[in-house]
């Protein structure tokens, strides 16, 4: 990251008191240095990335409960301000938990639960994070919503823009699924399809969020804000299981941030007192075409070496992690693992979440669901501990994967002696 990025966004416009809710300074994830809020994402001491740091008042189960049904009853818990829920946005969120009996007696585990985010209004988990990324961008005064993206984020700065009425630009890779492609073209904007991968195109991005001061990379220039978002998965999956912690979870790695950021929310909510502080363990899920993360993991490195993305998962596809090192910090200091699997396990994995739970998941699903089966097999994941698998995106973004795999029973003529000879009764 350089120094002028830096300084070049800072010529957003001054946050407001109160702006950033419970947001106290941003404070960097290396040196500690702490600064003011505002539109900075690199520490001016060490050049380490910057995340929230907060000074929360007493917030009560009552208080959440209260809320809307959306990210927005956890506002006093996210850099956001107090109205953000009357501010224009998609009000993400709050997406079902599934108790997953017939996948957990498949599989051999006593107590399974899906957090399927397919339900929100783009079908993943992105809309939850730039939500949080534009309330930041509206309070800096930035005058464009943009994003790199691998798909999914895509879908959700287009739309999230669309919805408050200010210019979206997001760049993808050129390969991307024809499916993300139209998710992301019919809400108007910018879609820029730039030749090479992921890790090009936020190369890219990170080039013009330097030049351009009125431009808000969600996951660039207002990154600290962004990936605050993913806190709400966890606050979401601890309230809906009785405001208690998980045992155990699996959570698909791109970046590494949503991994983190859910294992931030627990810290959280134990140190509030909203939850028990009892202990769990955090799995992290990727594909074997590109798993720059589980292989460090095995290796036993704390670096996470880069990687050319090879696989069907490409909203996995980011071949040099920002937030990898901090993945293996989490799952090591928890007891946990990460461990990656083939392209046809995440074909598997799809299918048995659809045939046993009738939840229809992205590539990103099959590699979560196909990661909890093989760490089972490896006697790493506890078959007695309750376990929650996050499902982050749509099936229906990702069909190509199952192309060929699946199709109709028979094809037959239209009489009933047909159906009959056919033995489907």
Request: charged residues 25%; proline residues 6%.
């Amino acid at each position: 990251m350089s120094t002028q990025a830096t300084e070049n966004v800072s010529a957003a416009t001054p946050p407001r008191d109160g702006a950033f809710g419970p947001a106290r300074s941003l404070v960097c994830r290396e040196c500690g240095t702490e600064r003011e809020l505002g539109p900075f994402y690199a520490c001016y001491e060490c050049f380490g990335p910057l995340e929230i740091g907060y000074d929360f008042g007493t917030v009560t189960r009552e208080q959440i409960e209260s809320g809307p049904r959306s990210i927005w009853r956890y506002r006093d818990l996210l850099p956001v301000p107090a109205d953000v829920a009357s501010i224009p946005n998609t009000d993400p969120g709050f997406t079902r938990l599934v108790k997953a009996d017939n996948l957990a007696r498949e599989l051999g585990i006593r107590s399974l639960w899906v957090k399927d985010d397919s339900g929100n209004p783009t079908h993943s988990f992105k809309d939850r994070v730039v939500a949080v990324a534009l309330a930041a961008a509206r309070e800096l005064g930035f005058k464009v919503l943009a994003c790199p993206s691998t798909g999914n984020l895509a879908n959700a700065v287009a739309a999230a823009a669309a919805r408050a009425g200010i210019r979206g630009v997001v760049l993808i890779p050129d390969d991307l699924e024809q499916a993300k492609i139209l998710a992301s073209a019919v809400y108007g904007g910018s879609l820029v399809a730039v030749r090479g991968n992921y890790d090009d195109v936020n190369k890219l991005a990170s080039e013009i969020a330097g030049e351009e001061s009125d431009w808000a990379f969600v996951n660039v220039n207002v990154r600290p804000y962004y990936a605050e978002g993913s806190k709400t998965l966890g606050y979401e999956v601890a309230e809906q299981l009785g405001w208690k912690l998980p045992e155990q979870v699996v959570i698909p790695v791109a970046s590494g941030s949503q991994l983190t950021k859910v294992d931030k929310s627990f810290g959280e909510l134990a140190r509030l007192g909203l939850v028990d502080d009892t202990p769990y363990k955090i799995f992290g899920a990727q594909a074997t075409g590109c798993s720059p993360v589980s292989a460090a993991f095995k290796d036993g490195h704390d670096v996470v070496r880069p990687v050319k993305p090879d696989t069907i998962a490409k909203s996995l596809a980011i071949g040099n992690p920002a937030d990898g090192p901090y993945v293996l910090d989490v799952t090591r200091r928890t007891g946990g693992a990460v461990e990656d699997v083939s392209e046809d396990e995440i074909r598997d994995g799809i299918a048995l979440l659809a045939r046993t739970e009738g939840i229809f998941a992205e590539t990103a699903g099959g590699v979560t669901v196909a990661t909890l089966k093989k760490l089972l097999e490896a006697g790493q994941l506890d078959p007695d501990a309750e376990t929650v698998v996050f499902n982050t995106g749509d099936g229906l973004k990702t069909l190509d994967a199952i192309s060929g795999r699946v199709g109709p029973t028979a094809t037959i003529d239209a009489t009933y002696d047909a159906f009959v000879d056919a033995g489907i009764t």
